[in-house]
T-cell receptor, first 107, second 115 residues
Framework: GQQVMQIPQYQHVQEGEDFTTYCNSSTTLSNIQWYKQRPGGHPVFLIQ?????EVKKQKRLTFQFGEAKKNSSLHITATQTTDVGTYYCNQGGKLIFGQGTELSVKP | DTAVSQTPKYLVTQMGNDKSIKCEQN?????MYWYKQDSKKFLKIMFS?????LIINETVPNRFSPKSPDKAHLNLHINSLELGDSAVYFC????WGAGDLDEQFFGPGTRLTVL
């Protein structure tokens, strides 16, 4: 079935380093959403991308939607310990989540 | 006030038992979901309800039966629990009518452990 593949599965960084997670689909996506789940918590919506080539920023977070609308990325600049958690991409209308990227940040 | 609430937060039970998880949302949303998150943190949709009607029923054993008494509530009953049912179950809700352009609001989750 239709899937969104997310890589990497795990990422360990030193505080202050950058972090990127990628979401890829074999088919064109109508939109993509990103969620963050803190350890022991529940997924919380971060942002939605709809347009081809769209780039959105939230402070240190930069979200991109590919020109072909088949891939997306989330980039965090200068990670902090508060960034710890699992980041999921979600194919909005299909209720399909990527496998998630678990980010750990070493102080 | 909590937007999406679930009870109980933790549930530990023996194999073969029957248990229920309750979910309520006070956001006025028409659509509610149940997700299962396994030990590898993979989030998988189980059911989707719109205004008390079942919309999506993924490949889930028929031991799982959702019930929606009204559009603010979506409960999940599980019969004959098995070890593999151990997971975190999340309820979520979202408005209907905006297509797929609305965010989902998740409940805090219910951690089910089957012994």
């Amino acid at each position: 079935g239709q899937q969104v593949m997310q890589i990497p599965q795990y990422q360990h960084v030193q505080e202050g380093e950058d972090f990127t997670t990628y979401c890829n689909s074999s088919t064109t996506l109508s939109n993509i959403q990103w969620y963050k789940q803190r350890p022991g918590g529940h997924p919380v919506f971060l942002i939605q991308l709809v347009k081809s080539g769209e780039v959105k920023k939230q402070k240190r977070l930069t979200f991109q939607f590919g020109e072909a609308k088949k891939n997306s990325s989330l980039h965090i600049t200068a990670t902090q310990t508060t960034d710890v958690g699992t980041y999921y991409c979600n194919q909005g209308g299909k209720l399909i989540f990527g496998q998630g990227t678990e980010l750990s940040v070493k102080p | 006030d909590t937007a999406v609430s679930q009870t109980p937060k933790y549930l530990v039970t023996q194999m073969g038992n029957d248990k229920s998880i309750k979910c309520e949302q006070n956001l006025g949303h028409d659509t509610m979901y149940w997700y299962k998150q396994d030990s590898k943190k993979f989030l998988k949709i189980m059911f989707s309800y719109n205004n008390k009607e079942l919309i999506i029923n993924e490949t889930v054993p028929n031991r799982f039966s959702p019930k929606s008494p009204d559009k603010a509530h979506l409960n999940l009953h599980i019969n004959s629990l098995e070890l593999g049912d151990s997971a975190v179950y999340f309820c979520a809700s979202r408005p209907w009518g905006a297509g797929d352009l609305d965010e989902q609001f998740f409940g805090p989750g219910t951690r089910l452990t089957v012994l």
